[in-house]
């Protein structure tokens, strides 16, 4: 063979290995070419705010994801956003995710994580001239449906021996809660922060129950549409990953990771710590058990549905959000 020969081969087999130099470092180095995208809305409350950790953190980045988060004002507007299939993936109450199951029985959408549990957060104001929850026998209160609030209030009256039907409801955005309590509208209302926070602000009401009273029963949860289930696994195992990063971050450097998450919720980090503190996160490992067949989930969940029908906004067998930790057992496997 001649040397010229020799010489042509060698800078063939030299630009091949340069182009798979390039290649690796185009797929490794930056992880961008390879990240998948995950769409995950977001909206006002404390317990939302590790995927948007993860992300100014770039814990996504390290999983291969790049998440992709839409800020909604509203939980509700989430809600219609999932109905109309512009996302497949939402952090909703528990509530939620029964009225959505309702709604689209073939895309119920499965629950896949505990985002948190509400251990103070979820609260039932009331003005400060009645001494106890008893005295809203025949009062107006204030209740968004789609909210978790029906289901505290209902606890709340009960343990005084009433229901909701003894008082009168008064279904509100939850951003006008705050001014019908000042005005007197309303004596009392179902709420949490920040929408809580305003109410108690002008000093007229003050809290007489909170989800701390109720344990195991208020949770947030991670949902996904069923078909997106079974054809983004990997990626969905990625993403509760990072989820859990993001709560390793905040336990090695918290308050770095606080005042990242008070800036996007545009309070004080101090307001934020605050917030927090009626909130349990539970780490993957810790929710193992909830997942179980008619383990807590479950039961919760058909609890929270004979509420709504009591408020007639379903029927009482409505079908429920089906719970499946096999992602959970995913992202727990070493890699």
């Known amino acids: 063979m001649s040397s010229r020969r020799i010489e042509k081969l060698g800078l063939v087999a030299r630009l091949r290995q340069l182009g798979l130099a390039a290649i690796t470092l185009l797929l490794s180095g930056c992880g961008t070419v390879l990240s998948e995208t995950l769409t995950v809305p977001v909206s006002l409350w404390p317990g939302y705010e590790f995927f948007p950790l993860a992300r100014d953190q770039g814990l996504d980045r390290r999983e291969g994801l790049r998440l992709d988060l ?13 109905l109309r299939g512009d996302v497949q993936i939402a952090q909703l109450t528990t509530v939620e995710a029964v009225d959505l199951c309702n709604r689209v029985p073939k895309r119920c959408p499965v629950v896949v994580l505990v985002l948190d549990e509400s251990r103070g957060g979820d609260q039932v104001v009331v003005n400060r001239s009645l001494a106890s929850i008893a005295d809203l026998r ?9 909210t978790l609030g029906p289901y505290v209030l209902s606890q709340a009256l009960k343990r005084h021996g009433l229901s909701l039907m003894d008082v009168q409801l008064r279904p509100m955005p939850l951003e006008s809660m705050a001014a019908a309590l000042n005005k007197g509208t309303v004596d009392a209302a179902a709420l949490f922060p920040p929408f809580s926070d305003q109410a108690m602000a002008g000093g007229r009401v003050q809290p007489l129950f909170t989800s701390r009273e109720i344990p195991g029963e208020i949770f947030d949860i991670l949902v996904v549409d069923p ?3 079974e054809s983004r696994r990997s990626a969905l ?6 989820w859990q990063a993001a709560h390793d971050e905040l336990r090695r450097q918290p308050e770095t990771a606080l005042a990242v998450m008070a800036r996007r919720q545009e309070i004080s980090v101090e307001a934020f710590r605050a917030s927090l503190d009626g909130l349990v996160f539970l780490s993957l490992k810790q929710q193992q058990p909830l997942f179980e067949p008619k383990g807590l989930l479950e039961r919760n969940l058909a609890s929270l549905r004979q509420v709504q029908a009591q408020l ?7 079908p429920l959000p089906p719970v499946d930790g096999s992602l959970i057992l995913a992202a727990l496997q070493p890699r």
Do not use: C, H, K, W
């Not at 839409?70 to 999932?82: E, G, H, K, S, T």
């Not at 025949?138 to 789609?146: Q, Y």
């Not at 195992?237 to 990072?242: D, E, N, Q, T």
């Open 237 to 242: 195992v990625r993403l509760l990953r990072a």
């Open 227 to 229: 078909e997106v289930l």
């Open 312 to 318: 007639a906004l379903l029927p009482a067998d409505a």
């Open 138 to 146: 025949g009062r107006p209160v204030a209740i968004t449906p789609s």
């Open 70 to 82: 839409p800020v909604f004002a509203n939980p509700q507007d989430i809600v219609l956003a999932y």
